[in-house]
C-alpha cells in the first residue's frame, strides 16, 4: 500500500503543478482569467492537494515501500511523462483555443498502465517499458541532431534560436530520463522484483 500512496500521491501532485503552469502563463499574457483556466486551475490545486495527502499518509506508514531503487528510478520517469502529459493536455486546453486531442493524449492511458504494471511488479510492464524506454531514447536524441537544422515553426511563425535551444535542451532532459529507465531496470536486483530471473531459469533449463 505505501508504494501506491508515495508514488501516486507524487505522480497526482505532480500532474496537479503541471495542469496549473499552462495558466498562469495564460494570465500573464492576456491579463485576465479563462473560464476554461479556471477550471484547469481548480483541477489542479484540488489533485496537487489530494496527491500531497496520499504522499504523507504513505510516509506515515512504517513498513517499507519494496521498490529496489531501479524500480524507483523507472516510477520516476513514468510520472515525468505523466506530468509532461497533463502539461501539454493543460496548454492546448487554456492557451491553444481547446485544441485538446494530441499526441500525448493518446499516450496518456497507456502510461498510466505502465505505472499500475511497475508498482505491482507484472513481467510484461518490464519488457514494454524498456522497450519504450530504449526507443524513446534514440527518439529524442533524434530531436537534439536535427534541432539546429529542422525547420522549426511556432503557429506558422520560424522559431528563433533560443527556441532551438529549448527544443534541443527539453529533448536532451526526456532523453536523459528514459536511458536512466532503461539502464535502471536492466539491473539484476530489478530483474528480479519483476521475477524475470526465474523466468530466464526456466526457459534455459
Known sequence: MKRFLVAGGSSVALMGAALIMPVVFARTESGAWSRVGIGVLSVGCILIACGVVAFVAGLRQRQSSGLPSGVRTAVAANILFLAFF?????????????????????????????????????????WIFRGVAALGTLWFLGFVVMSPFAKLQSHGVPVPWYGRIYVATVSLVLA??????????????????????????????
Do not use: K, M
Request: glycine share 6%; aromatic share 18%; hydrophobic share 50%.
Open 86 to 126: 497533463a502539461l501539454e493536455s493543460s496548454d492546448r486546453l487554456v492557451r491553444q483555443n481547446g485544441n485538446f486531442v494530441y499526441w500525448s493524449t493518446y499516450l496518456f492511458l497507456p502510461a498510466l498502465l505502465l505505472f499500475y504494471g511497475l508498482l505491482t511488479a507484472r513481467p510484461w510492464a518490464w
Open 176 to 205: 536523459g530520463t528514459l536511458a536512466a529507465a532503461f539502464w535502471s531496470l536492466g539491473l539484476p536486483e530489478t530483474r528480479s522484483y519483476f521475477r524475470l530471473t526465474r523466468i530466464e531459469r526456466n526457459a534455459t533449463a
